[in-house]
């Protein structure tokens, strides 16, 4: 899956603007889109340009063809501690900018997903699965634990004993199984999955950017806040929402009975 207008792309990763969406897509489809040394790298470098950059309002992650993403390439297992807590480190990095830029992250994701690339995923704020979809929480198989913060999403997500039961079998679900589980935001047909995800992510691009960014940061935070601590919260946000201009042209366009247009600020 790609986008117009390259910014700067590596042999591994393609990194893609097209107005106020950018799109990053791992491109080892021989590898199933497993991820190595240099879309690591390139991975964290793309992630910190769309969180620092305002014009990009809203970022897709996909795989090339076969696969959204295999997990870790085995081929670059085995190198020791060294290797293993200098990948664990930029995997943190990468998770924390995708989990906490103020601006939707969308996982577009296609065949195969395995391992490391389900934390990848799940790490996004909207998870768009396609009906072929191939899903292994493969880690105990490796002889390995859960990494890329699968761990994390999928206990948010399903509570502690569905997510060991998943992660302690590793069984292979499709997509209609994936979606019963409540993972995926939404399941189009793999035919039409390229033009269905462009229409929710164009219309995130036009959305109330703002927003959008404290709403994931107090969904991010609810799981550790008291509800004196969230309302808290929930109060400050609104205090600087009720002042953008997406807000007051939000009220304008709904005493006049048009849609809003927001440009996010």
Known sequence: MSAETPISNTEDLLV???????WVTINRPRARNAINWNVRRALLAAMEHAAADPEIRVVVLAGHEVAFCAGGDIKEMGNGPEDSAAKLDYASKIIQLIAT????????????????????????DLVYVSSNLV?????????????????YWLTQSLGVARAKQLLLTAPTLNAEQFDALGLAAEVFDAAGFDAAVRDRVASL???PTIAYGYIK??????AGNSLAEQLDAEAESQAVLAATEDHRHAIASFAEKRPAVFAGR
């Not at 893609?16 to 950018?22: F, I, T, V």
């Not at 996982?107 to 996004?124: E, K, N």
């Not at 940061?217 to 609810?222: G, H, N």
């Open 101 to 124: 830029m103020p601006k939707p992250v969308v996982a577009a994701v296609q065949g195969h997903i395995a391992g490391a690339g389900i934390g990848l995923a799940l790490a996004c």
């Open 16 to 22: 893609e603007r097209q107005g106020g969406e950018l």
């Open 135 to 151: 899903f292994s929480p493969s880690f105990a198989l490796r002889g390995l634990g859960p990494d890329m913060s699968t761990s």
């Open 217 to 222: 940061k107090l969904a991010l935070d609810a």
């Open 205 to 207: 691009a036009d959305g």
